[in-house]
């Protein structure tokens, strides 16, 4: 199974700053994915992340807020823009594995704080 | 837009004593559906996964869950527990390419 590496795994952060998640896959990837696990609630899946083009937004979620990059088939990064509380959260990156019918795997997270 | 329900949001159990977790989805189409587990501290994993067939999957950990199509309903099954499976699980439907659409998660916590 694929090797998943971010950073940070934790933030505090203070309101109105950003912060860029990093995300290292230790193999060739096709779909990288975004994803957001607010307290006490389900994944939500932020964006895909296309390798040499714009990222695709789920619904709610705008790329001014969580600018994406994906220069190769290996990393990613999201920024949290101008965060508040409520942007308090786990941000997980994932990958898919082969076709559509494969799994996900994950990356341990980075949880985020912001005061 | 697909939806995913877990109806349990804690539960506690006893060792040896037996688990069913309910999740039902919101899809009129074909699925694939799988189980995660986060164990306390370590990143999701997948526990099990149903793409087609038989509809009784079976998974690591003597973890099974059963499709049943006619009820939107992919619960997750365990004889006897342990307190090794203290964990969050999450179900999880995938109805389009790639996009996976996650439960709320249901906390397990077993009482060694």
């Known amino acids: 199974s694929a090797v998943i590496s971010q950073k940070p795994s934790r933030d505090i952060c203070q309101r109105g700053t950003s912060l860029t998640i990093q995300c290292q896959v230790d193999?060739?990837?096709?779909?990288m994915f975004w994803y957001r696990q607010q307290p006490g609630q389900s994944l939500t899946l932020i964006a895909t992340a296309n390798q040499g083009s714009e990222a695709t937004y789920e619904s709610g979620f705008v790329i001014d807020k969580f600018p994406i990059s994906r220069p190769n088939l290996t990393f990613s990064t999201l920024t949290v823009s101008n965060m508040s509380p409520e942007d308090s959260s786990i941000y997980l990156c994932?990958?898919?594995?082969?076709?559509?019918?494969?799994?996900?795997?994950f990356g341990e997270g980075s949880r985020l704080t912001v005061l | 837009a697909q939806s995913v329900s877990q109806h349990n949001h804690h539960v506690i159990l006893s060792e040896a004593a037996s688990l069913e977790l309910g999740c039902n989805y919101s899809y009129g189409g074909t699925v694939n559906l799988f189980w995660y587990v986060q164990y306390p501290g370590q990143h999701l994993q997948l526990l099990l996964k149903y793409f087609s067939g038989d509809p009784l999957v079976k998974g690591i950990k003597g973890f099974e869950a059963e499709f049943i199509k006619s009820k939107f309903s992919f619960n997750l099954r365990k004889p006897s527990v342990q307190w090794s499976d203290t964990a969050e699980y999450f179900c999880a439907v995938n109805a389009e390419f790639n996009k996976f659409y996650f439960g709320s998660g249901t906390k397990l916590n077993v009482k060694p």
């Open positions: 994932s990958m898919a594995s082969g076709t559509n019918t494969g799994e996900l795997f």
């Open positions: 193999s060739q990837v096709t779909m």
